[in-house]
């Protein structure tokens, strides 16, 4: 069955680390996303990628980078520049659609929680 | 700016009836989504708006109105099980092919006994 896969789903870091996310997904999606959510609060995009080789800075990315050298894999490196990581992550992809193509949305990973030690 | 606005929190009582509000403010809309989440788990997909009016889906409705901005889920004959956070999603036409969505804050529903 195709799907997108997170790993690890906790992960915990000690300060001053860099830590990876992994991200996989297997649904020939061209587009690929990094969410972060906090307690209470929504989702806040921190890096997209539409393309490989590609991606765009979402509205939280400062602390954040990002590959793709695959299409299947977008990995989320969490570096010792992001002052509150403590988070719950979420990966997503989806197929690119021209202006009011479609309802495909996003297909989401079941996420990774990240906290500091 | 993009914003969306959704109440933090709702409580309802199970066998009844909920509404979840939703209102957004965008440049170039392009479809609005409403996705289910339970606590520590991915979002999974409930409805797709794009055009003004009604889509119903089994116990859950989902209703737009373009020139007010403003959608709502409506949840019908409530179960335990619908206990989640509701996250209202607008899509936005940025040029070319694309599928951004801009997130809600989500409205926490607990549905009690």
């Known amino acids: 069955d195709g799907g997108i896969t997170q790993s690890p789903k906790y992960l915990f870091r000690k300060e001053g680390q860099n830590v990876t996310l992994s991200c996989e997904q297997n649904l020939n999606h061209d587009a690929m996303y990094w969410y972060r959510q906090d307690p209470g609060q929504g989702l806040r995009l921190i890096y997209y990628?539409?393309?490989?080789?590609?991606?765009q800075k979402g509205d939280i990315a400062e602390g954040y980078s990002v590959s793709r050298e695959k299409k299947e894999s977008f990995p989320l490196t969490v570096t010792s520049a992001q002052k509150n990581p403590t988070a719950f992550y979420l990966c997503?992809?989806?197929?690119?659609?021209?202006?009011?193509?479609?309802?495909?949305?996003?297909?989401f990973g079941s996420g990774t929680r990240l906290t500091v030690v | 700016g993009q914003n969306i606005d959704q109440p933090t929190e709702m409580t309802a009582t199970e066998g009844a009836i909920v509404q979840i509000n939703c209102t957004y403010q965008?440049?170039?809309?392009?479809?609005l989504f409403w996705y289910q989440q339970h606590a520590g788990e991915a979002p999974t997909f409930l409805s797709y708006?794009?055009?003004?009016g009604l889509e119903e889906k089994g116990r859950f409705s989902s209703f737009l109105s373009r020139s007010k901005g403003y959608s709502y889920l409506l949840l019908k004959e409530l179960q335990m099980k619908d206990s989640a956070s509701y996250l209202c999603?607008?899509?936005?036409?940025?040029?070319?092919?694309?599928?951004?969505?801009?997130f809600g804050t989500g409205t926490l529903l607990a549905v009690q006994p």
């Open positions: 999603a607008v899509r936005n036409l940025m040029g070319g092919a694309t599928n951004k969505l801009i």
């Open positions: 965008t440049s170039g809309f392009n479809g």
């Open positions: 997503a992809s989806s197929i690119l659609l021209l202006p009011g193509q479609g309802k495909e949305g996003y297909t």
């Open positions: 708006n794009v055009l003004d």
């Open positions: 990628s539409q393309i490989v080789n590609d991606f």
